[in-house]
């Protein structure tokens, strides 16, 4: 009894101490989340605002597969060419959307790497801007469906144009009150150059786009090959210059080349921001299937006493298809988010590059509930399931690609963009590689076994869903032991646990020097 | 030309510069968010883990208003009372369902308040978690469509079993590597004491399940009485306890109140996923409705052709009402998301009785854009226009009420929870409360405008949605103004720009005595 209220004591005091050491910390965090101007407003940290801003266009970015999904494709028929000729028409509005979204999402990015610091009536204006990012998915679907009519290129127009001079606005706002500004643009003498040319960047998109609309009275071909110049002329811009750099040799580089607002590809982009936005597009594309579960899937009390004799077990069991989806596309998406968050643990400083390779892989991985769906839809062994069942390994296979190219194109500037122990001979390299490979390998295997035993197909790609989890968990053994089984057939003299060690040690000691 | 190239050299200067910053700031970031532990596996910052769940689970805790707002209500008919029944149900779906995916959020924080790193095999664990939740609203819709079928009760429990298996898992995992554990709980010499104490309250619910689904085979209403007792036993144990701690005078501190797992109303709740969580939750809502429009009020051209003549623009009139509700809600639950940031700004820390206010506040969030759908939706001034006006008036002022008593809440405890900006006779007080009660009022007085001048209740309400944004961006004027007005009435004598000055002064002064 003495012991325990000792005990109870020891608690008591550390729960103090914990308050305290938290009201300090806290505190301190608080302090850089409020500060006072010299103007005597309080500014606040942009944080939050960016979080609730990625949620937002990550939703909006993935909101056009909804009516892929909601395509009604029938049980016992081929697909028919009318109905591949819709499909084919809606999934490739969802690409645009998609693509379009993040372009807005990387302008976004961009300007509040510029400004730090938000207030009120920042918050306000970005909430505006927000507004009319989540219209435009609706303005690419009527232009989908009406290619011939202007309205929706005008819609589309007006929205940019408009989204152009908030965005303005927050500019001309941010360099108003230069305390909102990023540190660098802060104490630099050059504001007013800098604030030129972010104003340059900025106006172009409106500025094209509002030709976009005038043209599209006179002949509205040519509106659409605007609006493709608006999203890929820097691009081509960079492409070009970085092929006559390497062809005439070392250009000096322009006036333009800043930190902020070029297009270079390694041009910085927020990591924090990569993670939100991704994160935002892994839990909506996780929770399609069972949004449309619990909405659609609750049989009517009327159909089950008069179908199924009052039996809600058996009337559930028509179900069981989609409940399967569910949980296959809930995994499979799972283990993409684990292996995206295993390769940002290592990734120190993100760039416009790897943004652009990561919007590819979000963009195959939004598609992935729809392919599980339409795997367990079919009859069994019917030519539609095989088809199915291929085209979601192709889906997997390109997610998990480009995620591995993200890896490999950081690898490229592995000292700026990579912790030690995932380059090249780090002790993680090997096993972030498999981490990295077993989807892209297991969709591929998945892909050729089911060409071959057309007749197994399901059960290959069932056993597939299973066992790839349980991998992840053996993967670091797995690694160990394919590491080891290669050394003993290429170097059978060395001793093994010693090298083991060895390597470890090798690989701790760049760590070592970059940290201290 | 000289000069331009020496500015352009200054600029790439402090490029480098910033950049060497940054490298070494995200190199400090990253020195925490992976480290080495003492068995050689690298443990991981749990933040972004936690953002994903936070994602994941405000998805799954909005997902059951996505039934009742497709619940279609005829144009020309009055509110039949069958309507009003499947309406009732589901909205009482939509709220059991939003509670108990918080309490099952709120079980989370607590178990990564003591975990607060991660390594992959956590991960994994965490993610099992997370689909288990995904899948509890299905068996709640299950329960609430079929009442005596002890399917969805069977069902609800199992998931709740197994959920509660992972997270003694987790908790087992985490003691067997004590470098996961929160460092309050590291240090200490009482670790199986804490580990035994979790352990205790994390078994209580899967057993109460286990007694739940036995009892359904008996006599299933019992089983919901049980179900029932889970949730609310500690909240009213905790209030029995205080009830009686205020009657018979202080009593001596339990063993069992430690900082962790007791359910007391001022235990700490993590402010960080207090923040993720409502934005998760705030921007489903204000998407909701623009995926409903983006998926079905896109008209099909065979219709355009034949019934409007080609004429786009006059078919898309007909979908004004829908564009008009989207903006609205969008913009209401963008300034509800608006005052929410501004108040959690000054929070220091969040308490579980604040978390709890906060869940009400965002149930009712959750109905505003269903709300808003159906102003819209009927003739103008007919009597469910009217109903559906006033619906929304009430549903916006409980969510802002919800959010002044956040404050209230923590000014009762302002000196550990609030920034001395906000607390009484803060500078920014009245300024937080003009901003908490906006809301509010207007949504009593537009509620009371349209009781007397029912005729104009479409329009009172389009002027409120128009003049709120407004309201705003002019309240820091508007506030200053009302309090030199009273200060004029009330002591006209002292003059006027002095007394602020002073006021101000006044207020910063504890500022600088808590900063310093």
Redesign the interface.
Known sequence: MMG?TA??D???H??D???EK??IR??GS??E??TESEEGH?T?SSH??L??SD??IS??AT??I??VA?TKVQDNEELKESLQVLLSTKIAVYLMTFIIVTVAWAAHVRLFQVIERID??L??LN?AC??LI??L??TF??MA??PD?I?GILLFCACDMVLGLFQVLIVLYGFRNPFLLN??IQ????QV?YKHHILKVIMRVPIMCLFASIFSFIFFPLSYVILAIIIFLPYMSQTFKWCRSKAIGRVE?S?DS??FYTYHLNE?LS?ERL??FS??V???V??LL??D???D???D?AV?QKQYGGS??AA?QGYGPEYLAY?GS??TV??L??VH??L???V??ATRFMGLLNTFSLAFIGGLPLAYQLTHEFPRNSRNELEAIQISCVIIFFAGIFQLAIWLAALFFER?TL?P?VRYGGR?HSFMLAKLALYPCVALGTFFLTCFLSKFSASIFHLMEITV?FA??LL?LLVRGGVALLRLIFCPNRPQPRSFLEE?EEARMPFNT??T
Chains 1, 2 share one sequence.
């Open positions: 325990e005990d109870t020891i608690i008591e550390h729960v101490e914990e308050m938290k009201r806290s505190h608080f302090m989340s409020v309080g606040q939050r605002l979080a609730y949620a937002l939703i909006i909101v056009m909804l009516p909601h009120d009536c918050a306000l909430l927000m507004m989540t219209f998915p609706y679907s009527l469906t009406f009519n309205l540190e660098q104490v630099s003498e050059n150059f580089e006036p800043m930190l910085p990591k993670e939100a994160d935002g892994f839990a909506i996780a929770t069972i949004l579960i619990c909405e899937n609750v049989p009390p089950v809600l077990v559930l949980f809930f995994v799972g283990l988010w684990f968050h295993s940002f643990l290592y120190i400083k700026e912790h122990y993680e989890p992840f968990i670091r470890e970059v940290v």
